[in-house]
């Protein structure tokens, strides 16, 4: 108890931490170092889990007792887990074995902040007793920058890994590996990341040899945390040393509430507006998210804030009062001009033959919608249009060869086929597009199309199909669900297998949805048209 209280002094004078009880006057319970570290209301934000590791991080129980406390947001709770378990090894076995763990993430989503702000702890509150270092790897394109010179170049030096722990001055620090995704292939100048393989092999980098140096040096008692935002760009043998923790994008719920708590306060500081003199509401900033950003992190938005606060500090300055105290979703075209983005909203089924399907993106979920229509032909002529990749048009060739073959059943006239072509489009063709979870969103606008018939309103579906008519579990579920809600859909057809994904979300962001798990496409059938 008396450490906690020397920390979340420290703390409280380092990031400003608003205590919820008297730090000098000890604690009443466990409860109440957790609310000291909150913010506010009470909910740990990301930057609030970093404090709490850093208070108990000797106590692997107490970290886990916050993640379980379900305040941790959503994307970060299995993240928070793998921080409990290195803190519950730490220090036997992570005095023996080093650790290397690759964060990867989208960009621009903090995570190279919120390592930075778990390493600080670990150096400035003694948690583990280790130095921390960072080397940025973007760019590194001369093997001897990992491993070094040898002396007899002129200028020669040691690599940058030993020079990182020269400065630290320890040999087991937490050191980082900033954007490992970015390291530049081989090249005449050899290969850097062929180089890093001997740096985190934990068989390998207990005899590290640096070409400087010319003697082995030890670096398993390091523990390397690794940042990357697009794990395609690194080798698989270097993946392969590293273990990989996901960290998705942001939710707009969770943007809206970074801005509020987080970049609203820090735009005002830099534009010399004091607090409480501007007010933004949830409203105005959900409008920002959706209707000027396209971002996996909250980069774009703050600058967007930012640019708000600069106008109305010029309009003090330039009149001596601001032009709006309350900004509202109406006063942003003003602000920050036309709206540059859409978001879809459901259509309803008005015509047979469109579905809507749901898609995943680098920036969350969205819905999409696969319209079909036939024409009087020879037959048999399938065209795909909307700027669809080779794993969408797959999906289309197979949606279309089930139909034929199952047209008695779906109660369709092979005439249709003799005497129709058939075209299929997904609109925003200058978007490309492709996956496979559009499947049995294709077969279902085959069928309406060909049956005149349409679809139940506010129906979405998403899930790939076989050629035996089985629905295959897709990824992406819980950005799809979210895009799904904010369109107004109220029905989301998924297969059995993803079950255990919607479980796995948080109750508020599936209120109000009803889920219709299927195992094959004859069950998407039946529901779409009864």
Not at 247 to 269: D, F, M, N
Not at 425 to 452: C, F, L, N, Q, W
Not at 465 to 475: E, S, Y
Request: proline fraction near 3%; include cysteine.
């Amino acid at each position: 108890e008396a450490n906690l209280v020397k920390i979340l002094e420290k703390l409280k004078g380092e990031y400003d931490v608003l205590p919820a009880v008297n730090v000098t006057g000890g604690f009443a319970g466990e409860g109440d170092v957790f609310k000291a570290l909150a913010l506010g209301d009470g909910n740990i934000t990301a930057v609030g889990l970093c404090r709490a590791a850093m208070a108990a991080a000797m106590n692997a129980d107490a970290v886990g007792k916050l993640i379980a406390s379900g305040n941790v947001p959503a994307h970060l709770q299995k993240y928070g887990k793998t921080v409990q378990e290195i803190f519950a090894d730490l220090p036997d076995l992570r005095a023996i074995y080093g650790v290397e763990a690759d964060n990867f993430a989208p960009g621009a989503i903090g995570v190279f902040s919120y390592l930075n702000k778990i390493a600080f702890g670990l150096r400035h509150f003694g948690a583990l007793n280790r130095k921390f270092t960072r080397m940025s790897l973007g760019g590194v394109h001369d093997e001897a920058e990992i491993r070094g010179h040898r002396k007899t170049y002129i200028g020669a030096m040691p690599g940058r890994i030993i020079k990182s722990l020269a400065k630290a001055g320890s040999s087991n620090p937490v050191f980082i590996l900033d954007e490992i995704d970015k390291v530049s292939q081989a090249n005449h100048n050899g290969d850097p990341s062929s180089a890093l393989l001997e740096v985190l092999d934990p068989e390998q980098n207990n005899a590290f040899h640096d070409n400087f140096l010319d003697v082995d040096y030890d670096l398993s008692n390091v523990m390397f945390i690794a940042t990357a935002n697009n794990i395609g760009n690194i080798p698989a043998p270097l993946l392969d040393r590293m273990e990989l923790i996901e960290v998705s994008g942001y939710l707009t719920e969770e943007k809206v509430e970074i801005a509020r708590r987080h970049l609203v306060p820090k735009q005002e500081e830099a534009n010399g507006i004091k607090k409480r003199q501007i007010k933004i509401d949830k409203k105005t900033l959900e409008a920002i998210v959706e209707n000027y950003t396209r971002e996996s992190g909250v980069r774009e938005l703050d600058k967007k804030i930012g640019k708000i606060f600069r106008r109305l500090a010029c309009s003090y300055a330039t009149n001596g009062y601001y032009s709006h105290t309350t900004v509202k979703p109406a006063d942003l075209r003003e602000l920050l001009g036309v709206q540059e983005f859409s978001s879809d909203r459901y259509q309803g089924n008005e015509y047979a033959g469109v579905v809507t399907g749901l898609a995943w993106t680098a920036v969350g979920g969205e819905i999409l919608f696969v319209e079909t229509s036939l024409s009087r032909g020879k037959g048999s002529k399938l065209t795909l249009t909307g700027n669809l990749g080779d794993v969408m048009k797959e999906s289309a060739t197979i949606a279309y060869e089930w139909v034929m073959a199952h047209h008695e059943e779906l109660g369709i006239d092979k005439k249709m086929f003799e005497e129709n072509d058939i075209n299929i489009h997904v609109p925003e063709g200058a978007i490309p597009k492709d996956g496979p979870s559009a499947g049995i969103t294709m077969v279902s606008s085959m069928v309406s199309a060909y049956r005149g018939q349409k679809v139940k309103s506010g129906i979405a579906m998403t899930g790939e199909m076989t050629l035996r008519g089985r629905v295959l579990p897709v990824g992406g579920i819980k950005e799809k669900i979210l895009a799904a809600k904010r369109s107004g859909i109220h029905t989301i057809i998924i297969s059995e297998e993803n079950r255990k994904d919607v479980e796995d979300i948080k109750d508020i962001y599936i209120k109000g949805l009803t889920f219709v798990y299927v195992n094959n496409i004859d069950e998407v059938i039946t529901y779409i048209f009864d």
